[in-house]
């Protein structure tokens, strides 16, 4: 079988997009896998696939894959992507769109700077719903990684994060700590490892590393997750800039039991089919 893709990034978060509004998606993990490999595949951090709606009041449902086969609940980055190639492939042409994740409804919408802002929903911080093993909520929490104890906020955007602060982001060690980070006891689901640097209230500069891909040069639920945390601990303001690695990212909450919005790129790089 032969599989139509678009290769596709947001600030240098790259993906494979699929469009199985007419016919299933198929590909098991150990497919996804294979097409994820930057040498024998496509390369890839996600692979995202736009389905039909499976609810009335939404117009897709869109599916999110780690390059290690596993499916995840949300990626921001990749929100702003599907939304473009809804558009540029004629699949719609409402705006802003209502989307059907995993995790629940989002609403992607594109910018007359040719940006795109996404609704991400409500930043989660109970420990249970995160989840996270701590005996209640706190803004920040101990956790013990590598014979060493991190101070962390953990929060979840539809997917599980922990964020720390750390005084030089290139110098932080995110080779060594996401991997023990991301698979510690205390995260049922494992996690995203997210190391902040604050450069001012309102610009801050980030690396992530996420579950089941490694760092990337983005991560746009990091990047609300860190914002939010930040913004609970009063170490930020909002609107914040967040710089990546791979570009920058408008992230902006009002507060408590309010949903965080995200504005940033989203860029088409080449179509093609490869057989599968």
């Given at each position: 079988m032969r599989l139509k893709f678009t290769k596709m990034h947001g600030a240098g978060n790259?993906?494979?997009?699929?469009?199985?509004?007419?016919?299933?998606?198929?590909?098991?993990?150990?497919?996804?896998?294979?097409?994820?490999?930057?040498?024998?595949?496509?390369?890839?951090?996600?692979?995202?696939?736009?389905?039909?709606?499976?609810?009335?009041?939404?117009d897709f449902y869109y599916r999110i894959f780690n390059c290690d086969?596993?499916?995840?609940?949300?990626?921001?980055?990749?929100?702003?992507?599907?939304?473009?190639?809804?558009?540029?492939?004629?699949?719609?042409?409402?705006?802003?769109?209502?989307?059907?994740?995993?995790?629940?409804?989002?609403?992607?919408?594109?910018?007359?700077?040719?940006?795109?802002?996404?609704?991400?929903?409500?930043?989660?911080f109970e420990p249970a719903r995160i989840p996270f093993v701590a005996e209640r909520r706190a803004s920040t929490y101990a956790l013990e990684v590598g014979g060493r104890t991190l101070e962390i906020s953990a929060v979840s955007m539809g997917n599980p994060h922990a964020v720390q602060v750390v005084a030089d982001v290139d110098a932080a060690a995110v080779a060594s700590d996401g991997p023990l980070i991301e698979r510690h006891s205390r995260f049922a689901e494992r996690v995203n490892a997210g190391f902040m640097q604050i450069v001012d209230r309102r610009h801050i500069?980030?690396?992530?590393?996420?579950?089941?891909?490694?760092?990337?040069?983005?991560?746009?639920?990091?990047?609300?997750?860190?914002?939010?945390?930040?913004?609970?601990?009063?170490?930020?303001?909002?609107?914040?800039?967040?710089?990546?690695?791979?570009?920058?990212?408008?992230?902006?909450?009002?507060g408590e039991a309010q949903p965080v919005s995200m504005t940033g790129p989203a860029q088409s790089v080449f179509e093609g089919e490869i057989e599968v």
């Open positions: 790259d993906f494979v997009v699929v469009d199985a509004t007419r016919a299933p998606f198929t590909l098991d993990a150990r497919g996804i896998r294979r097409l994820a490999d930057r040498h024998v595949g496509i390369g890839f951090d996600q692979m995202l696939v736009v389905e039909p709606a499976r609810s009335r009041d939404t086969g596993g499916e995840v609940s949300q990626c921001g980055n990749g929100a702003r992507c599907f939304v473009r190639y809804v558009h540029d492939r004629g699949l719609s042409a409402k705006n802003p769109l209502r989307v059907e994740t995993r995790s629940g409804i989002i609403e992607p919408r594109l910018e007359t700077d040719a940006r795109v802002t996404v609704n991400m929903g409500v930043p989660v500069k980030l690396r992530v590393f996420e579950r089941g891909a490694g760092e990337t040069l983005s991560c746009g639920t990091g990047a609300c997750a860190a914002v939010a945390a930040g913004i609970a601990r009063g170490l930020l303001d909002s609107p914040v800039t967040v710089e990546t690695r791979g570009g920058a990212l408008e992230i902006a909450w009002p």
